[in-house]
């Protein structure tokens, strides 16, 4: 496997999970008597570009199909975001009913529903077609196609150009982030914004968020190989802010190099310094995550197995990729977390790929009264305990694994993440 920005031959492991189904592809009962398809999840280091990648094994869109089940709307705290993004955004660049915004990977109109509340024209970009209906029954027009050169260069002539283009949680989820980059060179107005957001690289590898790898997230990215990526494509990344999102993420604000209306904040510059000085410019700094994700499986599984023995009952808290990644990693089933409540209606009733864990409705909490709950999307842990602080009536007690085991009321379990 070549480096899919640069194209150096990949040598480097960054880590080796095994291998794993697709986090996404939740099984119906009829599908539990048949194999599942699994991948090899191995993460490679580009020496050139630090381009962090896992190699394609499943096309895109058979990934993003229709069975693909994630709806931005059902996390309360991800709205939010949503918008106070827009509130600042329509501030900052000045935008009004004459700009158009575009956003790509718009799930169910999460976020354009706040820029539409504003009658600022809009639309979305969309390969899912059950959440673009979502957003269709939201009032918000979705163009239900993969985002690429091909596709902007047609949406820029037929529908003209881009005052802000929004991408959340998209630009590590491309196959091929050079070809989505020219898109949105070719989509955005000479004096037009980009932001986009992702997961920081250096929150993965300082905070062993090992977890967030899965097959449908492709690159992993530092400000550094995101910089060099636009700028090859005629693109600054003018300011940026390091976000809590997703246990800590990056927003990017990108405009055409020729377009120096806008300055380069001293931002790019500090947080640079900050990235070198951890160590992101050297290839020794993406070889240590292994051993720490080694320990941290160990860890829970020797809670699990220890609450088993003693007849302890253990549910998980939200199916989301997350927890399919260190389930499937960890080698966890049914005989060590009986079920997995998840807020989404249309995972319920459905089995986690490859650990086979039932998902169920939150009620079953309070109706089933586990003596402890694992909540796997740790990044929302603070609104998944105050929704579900109940659960401490009856002694029920809260668990994360990362970036250590962690159990309410009890000090740090098991081995130190630091050997
Ligand atoms: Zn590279």
Redesign the pocket.
């Known amino acids: 496997m070549n ?1 899919r ?4 031959p990949l040598t480097h492991v960054f880590i080796d999970l095994g291998h794993q189904p697709l986090s996404n592809s939740f099984l119906d009962k009829d599908q539990l008597s048949a194999p599942e398809e699994v991948y090899p999840l191995k993460v490679l280091t ?1 020496s ?4 962090v990648q896992v190699d394609e094994h499943k096309n895109a869109s058979e990934i993003f199909n229709h069975g693909y089940v994630y709806y931005s709307s059902y996390s309360s705290s991800w709205l939010d975001h949503a918008r106070r993004y827009t509130e600042m955004v329509v501030d900052r660049f000045g935008l009004g009913g004459s700009s158009v915004v575009v956003e790509i990977a718009s799930n169910d109109g999460y976020l354009l529903q706040y820029m539409k509340e504003r009658d600022i024209p809009c639309y979305g970009i969309e390969p899912s077609s059950a959440t673009a209906m979502a957003a269709w029954e939201k009032g918000i027009e979705s163009v239900t196609e993969f985002f690429s050169e091909e596709l902007a260069a047609r949406l820029a002539r037929e529908r003209g150009r881009a005052a802000l283009i929004v991408g959340n949680n998209v630009l590590a989820h491309v196959p091929n982030i050079n070809d989505f980059v020219r898109g949105i060179s070719l989509l955005l107005d000479d004096n037009g914004v980009a932001t986009l957001e992702f997961p920081h690289l250096m929150r993965l590898v300082d905070d062993c968020q090992f977890d967030t790898i899965y097959h449908e997230h492709f690159s992993y990215l530092s400000l550094r190989t995101v910089q060099r990526i636009f700028s090859e494509q005629g693109l600054c990344v003018f300011d940026v802010e390091e976000l809590p999102t997703h246990g800590g993420s990056l927003r990017v604000f990108v405009r055409h190099d020729a377009n120096d209306s806008k300055g380069i904040s001293p931002r790019i510059g500090a947080l640079l310094v900050k990235e070198k000085c951890a160590g992101m410019t050297t290839l020794h700094y993406y070889t240590a995550i292994q051993a720490k994700a080694d320990i941290i499986r160990d860890n829970l599984l020797s809670f699990l197995e220890a609450k088993r023995v003693n007849g302890k009952r253990v549910a998980a808290y939200g199916a989301a990729a997350k927890g399919n990644t260190l389930l499937n990693y960890c080698g966890v089933g049914v005989e060590l977390i009986e079920y997995c409540v998840d807020a989404s209606p249309h995972k319920q009733g459905l089995f986690m790929p490859g650990s086979r864990i039932p998902v169920l409705a939150p009620t079953e909490l309070y109706r089933q009264k586990p003596d402890y709950v694992l909540i796997l999307p740790w990044n929302i842990k603070d609104e998944v305990v105050s929704q579900h602080s109940y659960i401490r009536e009856w002694g029920g007690r809260f668990v994360t694994a990362i970036p250590r085991l962690l159990v309410d009321g009890e000090h740090q379990v098991g081995r130190s993440r630091h050997p």
């Open positions: 480096c920005h640069c194209n150096k580009c050139e570009c630090f381009l």
